[in-house]
Every structure is written in C-alpha cells, then in structure tokens.
C-alpha cells in the first residue's frame, strides 16, 4: 500500500481516557480507531494484523479437520432459556434488544447454546459424527470494566470452536488435538515462549477447563508457571492438593501476571442432555451428543503481543503477523523516486506486502513513523547507494544498516 492517499496516519494525541499500552501504541501508529471504552476499528493495518493472526488459526483448525462457518451475531431468547443462561444473574454480561414486537434478543456473547440447537437439526446419527466446526466472530460482552484496550472489548473478536463428538473417549481424542493445535497457533504467532497451557477452574462438567495463558505484565490473570514442564496452574485453582494431582513441586513454581488467550472447555454430555440435543447410536439407542469448546481472543492476541513486543519507538511486531513485511523510504532526487516505486512494484508482484511511504514528508518523519508501525524492514532508496544497485536495509529489531542489492532483498523478505 502507498501511504499517501490512505487513511493509515500515525497520530501524536491519544484518547486521554486510554490507559493500556496496547491501545496507546496501536492508536498512536493508526492500527484502531478508538470508538468508545472497550469498542475500537480496525483501520487497514490493524486488519491486517488480525486477519494475519485468523489466517494462523485457520489452517491449524482446518488442520484438524473443523470446517468454517459464521453465526449470527443475533440470538434468540429461547434458545439460552433451557440451560437457564438468559438470566441476568447467571450471565452477568448480555447485551439484550428488543424486535419492535417486543421480542428479546440479545447479542452473541458466547454460540454454543445456539450451536447445539443447530445440531439438533443437523445431527441424526452416529454417521453424521463426530464433526467439528468453528468461525471467527464478533461477540459482545458488557464488561464491567474495560481498561485493557483490546485485550478487553465490549466488542471483540473471538474464534470459537466447537466439537460434537459420540462419547467422552472420541471427545478427549480430540480435546488432546486441539490442545496441541492450540499450542502450534501460538508458536507460529510467536507467542509460544511466553504461553502456557494452565489448569483452571472448569466448566459443568469437569474438575478443569484449559487456560492458555500469555506472560505479561497488563494481564488480569495470577498463575503459577513451570516452565520446564511448561505448564501452569491459575490462582483460582492453585492449592497444595491440585499441585500434588498435577504432579508438580510447588518451589518450582513461578507466580507471574498473565493474560488468557485461549480456554477450552469439555461439557462431557452435560450440554445435550440440557437441551435435548440426541443422536441415534449404532446399536440403536438414543444418546446425547458429547460437546467441547475452544476459544481464542483473536484482537487480545493482538493487544498482548503490542504489549509484549514494543521499545521506546513503538511497536516491534513478529514476521508472521506483521501488516506487512516491508516499509519502502526514498529520499533525494527523481531517479530515487523512481528506483522506489520500481522496488514497490517488484515486491508488490512477488507477493511481499510493503507500505511504500510515498508521503511529502520529511525523511526523519518517515523514520519514525516505520519504527512506530513495527515493519519487520526498512528499505531506504537514496541517490547515492541505489546507483551501485544497492538499498540499505534496517530490520525493526537491529540497529545496523546493511546494504543489499535487489536480490538479496528478495531472498530476505520474500514468503517461502
Ligand atoms: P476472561 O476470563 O478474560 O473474561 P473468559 O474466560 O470469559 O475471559 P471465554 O468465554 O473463555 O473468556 O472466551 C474465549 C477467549 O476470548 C478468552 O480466552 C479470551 O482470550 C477472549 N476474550 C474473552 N473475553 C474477552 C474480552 N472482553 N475482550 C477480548 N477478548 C476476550
Ligand atoms: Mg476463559
């Protein structure tokens, strides 16, 4: 993309409501657009980034063999009324509408009530399972508090999945895959050093649900860390006899603030019988339908990586999720305009995402701008290097220049 003529714009004043680095960071270097406490846009680059981190998630859930699909993000009453979910004093988060009828509705703060009620419809037998099957959506949650930036939305952006299985056995067969699918997505987000699998306080049915949970400062969650084992325990569970079940040591625990990426859930049977919701068994009987759920917080991911990932110029994100790859500067004369949107176009065709920062801005402006956006490279075309063929290249990380003909350019920043 050229940045002249976008409406990407690094920005110096900050809502002076915003208190979390993330939301300083990304509004400063025009990823979001704050709309109101915990209700931000995506601008294009911070679309980007989230749709490089959906992209990750996409190929280890299709991985494991879960098709995508997108829900409403209307809900109807009725169908969180059986398992007594509707009620304000159980879920203390709803945002709740009408239908000029009157009607209630409310907004998705969760789908797995109205996922089980289209299995319902969609599931007859044991032929038809076990299946599984997940979407990226928007869900809405009032929070009481929303301090955190994006790592705390009233509206945010969620990937939740879930599995319909025939038994508790082909349940935790995949329980077990998708927590390992879970711990790849981090590791290919870059984030896997940092994040834990952490027993935490469980769902309906089980003794645990899974945390995952991401070391850092701003998060809202205390756990305790082994990381040899390279496991945790949540404080909310955290006592000498979950450590001695655990098969943990209790000096080798490290407390640590962390922030809940992902958390996944197994219901067992207790959600189908709830709702009702049976398939026919091979040996003819009727049998509820097993489920598990798994979530990741797709924009907190992106706030706790601007958190975890930053200097004093701004936002250092890792290669895989990075907006783009590359932030192409010239400076001087006409022919280095030229030799710039040359680079622009090779790179563009190559399938390397680059902001070209064609602007009528001082060089020195562009220099920080660069660095605030967290572009992996920059790739300064000047008079006096390109003559030769060559382009200096700083990566975000380093503070040496390196000078590099096409090339090698290529060879650095080009996709596998
Ligand atoms: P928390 O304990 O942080 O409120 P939760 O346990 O209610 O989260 P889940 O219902 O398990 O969250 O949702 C799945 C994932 O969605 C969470 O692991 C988290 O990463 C993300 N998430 C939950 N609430 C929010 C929110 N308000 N803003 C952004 N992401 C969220
Ligand atoms: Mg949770």
């Known amino acids: 993309m050229r940045l002249s003529g976008n409406i990407t714009k690094t920005i110096k004043t900050i809502p002076s409501d915003e208190q979390a680095t993330n939301a300083k960071l990304l509004i400063r270097a025009g990823f979001i657009h704050k709309e109101m406490a915990g209700v931000y846009s995506y601008l294009p680059l911070g679309l980007k980034v989230i749709e490089n981190i959906k992209q990750i998630v996409r190929e280890e859930m299709n991985a494991l063999g879960a098709s995508e699909l997108l829900m409403s993000s209307l809900q109807a009453k009725d169908t969180w009324t059986s398992t007594k979910r509707w009620d304000d004093s159980v879920v203390d988060i709803w945002f709740k509408s009408q239908l000029k009828n009157g009607t209630e509705v409310g907004f998705a703060w969760s789908h797995e009530e109205p996922l089980m009620l289209m299995a319902q419809k969609l599931v007859q037998s044991y032929r038809d399972l076990p299946i599984s099957v997940y979407q990226f959506q928007n869900k809405f949650r009032n929070e009481i508090r929303s301090k955190s930036g994006v790592m705390r939305g009233r509206e945010f952006i969620m990937k939740d999945m879930y599995a319909f299985s025939r038994s ?9 895959e998708a927590q390992k699918a879970y711990l790849k997505v981090f590791e290919r987000i870059g984030i896997g050093d940092y994040t834990f699998m952490t027993f935490a306080s469980g769902g ?6 899974h945390e995952f949970q991401t070391v850092t400062d701003t998060g809202e969650d205390t756990i305790y860390i082994d990381r040899k084992k390279r496991l945790a325990v949540n404080e909310e569970v955290f006592n000498d006899e979950v450590i001695s079940q655990l098969g943990l040591a209790k000096d080798e625990l490290e407390k640590v603030k962390a922030a809940e990426v992902g958390n996944i859930f197994n219901f067992g049977s207790v959600k189908g019988e709830q709702m009702g919701v049976y398939y026919a068994a091979e040996d003819g009987e009727r049998r509820p339908i097993f489920l598990s759920s798994y979530g990741i917080g797709i924009s907190r991911l992106m706030g706790v990586i601007a958190e975890h990932f930053n200097d004093e110029h701004g936002l250092v994100w890792p290669l895989p999720i990075a907006p783009v790859k590359v932030y192409i ?88």
């Open 204 to 209: 309906a049915f089980t003794q645990f649900s």
């Open 168 to 176: 508790q056995e082909e349940l935790d067969r995949f329980y077990a």
């Open 329 to 416: 500067i010239a400076i001087g004369s006409r022919a280095s305009l030229n030799a710039a949107d040359e680079l622009y176009n090779v790179l563009t065709e190559q399938g390397v995402a680059v902001i070209y920062d064609d602007r009528d801005v001082r060089p020195g402006e562009k220099f920080a701008d660069a660095d605030l956006m967290g572009i992996p490279w920059r790739v300064v075309v000047s008079d006096k290097p390109h003559k030769d063929g060559r382009y200096e290249v700083k990566a975000r990380t380093e503070t040496t220049l390196k000078h590099m003909n096409k090339k090698e350019l290529l060879g650095l920043v080009k996709p596998e």
